[in-house]
């Protein structure tokens, strides 16, 4: 797989994340309410990125020890999110994390895109 192909799926993949950590956050706390960034929230985007990056793009690929390793790792970084203090790093409007998602999966697609030229 080239290396563009991982770059576009570990952005798309952090869109993701952040989508539905939107999601979360709007259901849980409220609509407009301040986001804070925490280690914890660094780490949840790390992951998705790791994931992203060594995802399955077939099903006649074979799966590898780099997708593994990338499946520990970003598990790894979960829980290791779970144990960083939760003290906030900086306070963002609740309306950037989509911005950001919206950013980080148009800009996955056209990575992605122009591997198929």
């Not at 799966?63 to 960083?84: M, Y």
Request: proline content about 5%; some cysteine.
């Amino acid at each position: 797989m080239s290396n563009a192909l991982r770059v576009g799926g570990a952005f798309v993949a952090v869109g993701a994340a952040l989508f539905l950590l939107t999601l979360v956050q709007v259901l849980v706390q409220g609509w407009m309410v301040p986001f804070p960034v925490t280690w914890s929230f660094i780490a949840i985007v790390l992951a998705a990125g790791f994931l992203g990056a060594f995802a399955t793009t077939d099903k006649r690929q074979p799966g590898s020890r780099a997708q593994v390793s990338a499946l520990a790792l970003a598990v790894g970084l979960v829980f290791l999110g779970r144990l960083l203090p939760q003290e906030p790093l900086m306070i963002w409007q609740q309306y950037w994390l989509p911005a950001y998602g919206l950013a980080a999966i148009a800009c996955g697609l056209v990575i992605r895109r122009s591997t198929l030229r």
